[in-house]
């Protein structure tokens, strides 16, 4: 009997070491570890360790069902199908991740901004909203957040220093406002293969006079796409270039996303060029918006930005399929698996789950990729010192109209899903690194010839020269709206870039005229400049930009294996 009871009493106190913890639990856990976490950055007894404290952590919320939401890419996918299932199972809270498009997340973002009312319990959206969190103040922020009211509910073994995109989702106020779920960067994505080829290489530097390589300038990839499009290769013609042109929200990223710095139009600055950025708007010391137009200093209708346009429209339809004028961009980003695309200069790095699967007419049957990714080209205006390309932080945020109880619970939730434990098995499903000790697992210097340069590009220090939208934009949801309705005007040929491009930084002035006027962004808002002379802004040094008597500077290619020297050098 004195057996019986010792027993029964050890037994209790260690329930009550953990927090009265429900042994189902803790085997549910050691039962994804043991099916599904692996590989993991921790040993199994850590991954253990840190599941026992989500669900002691998780205790008080047990029975609650709590709505989340985040795009559709392969990762988010993971996420809802997967990682939910095991969260609940684990932890009693059930999850509904819901998955929708792009624009929809930003949509549904800004109606909860504007109406107060609980939408959702914690949105994956893209850290491109940074400006509009820090200057609206609607979102909790995380840095207070974890020290204060969430204390309870922050693991101890989060770590932030181990997030590579944590600067992307820092305010001014180096205050953190929103914490990194999946990472991904837009680079130049070419056919290894087919730029190796003896004849092909023969023929192109005949022709051009000069070697068929990666592309430096936008002057080569125009040579490239010519070259290829209508050419023969594994015994059927093929395409120069690939890109997407539907008048759909999308269209806003494809040049928001860094493709007008690529071109050249904005000012020199990592990671976001100062005073103007990359979608032509100024700031002035206190960084509050003071125009766009360059009446008013700012580039998004300057000939940088002219020029931008152009050429997207123009190769389009000269070297792309003719199908690609009519898709968004979840519909081309699979395209180039396919076999049929020579190169794509605005390639996301989101695609390469989908762009290594076996059986592929894109893969070797050795399970080695024939295309690689490298750094994209740049446009006639660009200048050393000035933004590289675009990097994706798509980032778990918390309203501050989500009920507090709600939003730990949800907290929770995203930290489980960006954990150690499972953060090496969920960037092996969807390739979007955000963890430094992921990026540097075993498991991925032994995937890495898999990947195309995926893992050299995020070891190497030169990722950070890839860059989300920074602070210079107040209100993303309402400014990313008029990118696509105004460039789809002349992607569809309805204006000219040049009118296309004034209607854009007319729009964008109007609404930060509205920000200004309103004052519900406070000293952080638009103070907008007086609209002046233009030529008194335009400069050949800095945004906004003069118009080049030449836009097409001598063409320069590079080796790619020489580029990925110098990658791990860098």
């Known amino acids: ?309 152009t050429k997207y429209v123009d190769w389009l339809k000269k070297y792309a399929p003719p199908a690609a004028a009519g898709m968004v961009f979840s519909e081309a980003g699979p395209v180039p698996a396919q076999g049929e695309i020579a190169q794509q200069m605005f390639w996301y790095t989101a695609f390469t789950a989908d762009m290594v699967k076996e059986g592929l007419p894109v893969m070797n049957t050795d399970g080695t990729p024939k295309w690689r990714m490298a750094p994209s080209p740049h446009g006639a205006y660009w200048q050393n010192g000035m933004k590289v390309g675009y990097q994706d932080a798509g980032s778990w945020t918390l309203m501050k109209s989500t009920p507090t109880e709600r939003a730990k619970a949800a907290w929770l939730y995203a930290q489980f899903v960006t954990s150690k434990t499972v953060d090496v098995k969920k960037s092996h499903v969807g390739l979007t690194f955000i963890r430094e000790s992921t990026v540097n697992h075993e498991s991925f210097t032994e995937r890495a010839p898999k990947l195309g340069g995926l893992v050299e590009f995020y070891r190497s220090p030169a990722r950070v020269q890839w860059s989300p939208t920074g602070t210079n934009v107040p209100d993303y949801p309402k400014l990313a709206q008029l990118w696509w309705q105004n460039i789809g005007d002349a992607s569809s040929g309805e204006k000219t870039p040049q009118q296309a491009l004034d209607a854009l930084c007319e729009a964008q002035e109007k609404v930060l005229e509205r920000l200004e006027r309103s004052g519900v962004q406070g000293d952080l808002g638009p103070k907008m400049n007086e609209p002046k002379d233009p030529n008194e802004w335009l400069s050949d040094d800095h945004a906004p930009r003069k118009k080049l008597e030449n836009e097409k500077p001598t063409p320069e290619t590079v080796d790619y294996d020489e580029l990925i020297k110098s990658w791990k050098k860098s």
């Open 1 to 309: 009997m004195k057996l019986k009871r010792l027993s029964f009493t050890v037994a209790t106190a260690l329930m009550l070491s953990y927090g009265s913890l429900a042994f189902a639990d803790i085997e549910a856990a050691k039962k994804w570890i043991d099916s599904e976490f692996q590989p993991s950055a921790l040993s199994k007894d850590d991954q253990v360790k840190e599941m026992e404290w989500f669900v002691k952590a998780a205790e008080p919320f047990k029975g609650m069902e709590i709505n989340v939401v985040s795009e559709t890419i392969t990762t988010h996918e993971y996420e809802a199908k997967t990682l939910a299932k095991a969260f609940t199972e684990i932890t009693g809270i059930k999850v509904t991740h819901d998955l929708i498009g792009e624009g929809d997340v930003v949509e549904k973002l800004q109606t909860q901004m504007q109406s107060g009312k609980n939408i959702y319990d914690a949105f994956i959206n893209d850290s491109d909203l940074i400006g509009t969190h820090w200057r609206y103040q609607q979102v909790r922020n995380l840095t207070d957040w974890m020290a204060g009211e969430g204390k309870d509910v922050t693991n101890p073994n989060l770590d932030i220093a181990d997030f590579i995109g944590a600067s992307f989702t820092t305010g001014p106020d180096k205050k953190l406002y929103q914490l990194p779920d999946q990472q991904f960067a837009n680079l130049y994505w070419f056919r290894y293969d087919w730029f190796s080829d003896p004849k092909n290489k023969e023929d192109f530097k005949a022709k051009y006079g000069y070697d068929l390589g990666v592309p430096v300038n936008w002057s080569a990839y125009e040579d490239i796409a010519e070259f290829f499009t209508g050419r023969e290769q594994d015994g059927k013609k093929v395409f120069g270039h690939m890109d997407y042109g539907k008048k759909d929200p999308s269209l806003g990223w494809r040049f928001t996303d860094a493709w007008m710095s690529m071109a050249g139009m904005g000012d020199k600055g990592e990671p976001n060029g100062l005073p103007v950025d990359e979608w032509g708007i100024r700031v002035n010391d206190k960084s509050q918006p003071v125009g766009s137009c360059v009446a008013r200093g700012g580039a998004t209708n300057d000939a940088a930005a002219v020029y931008a346009v």
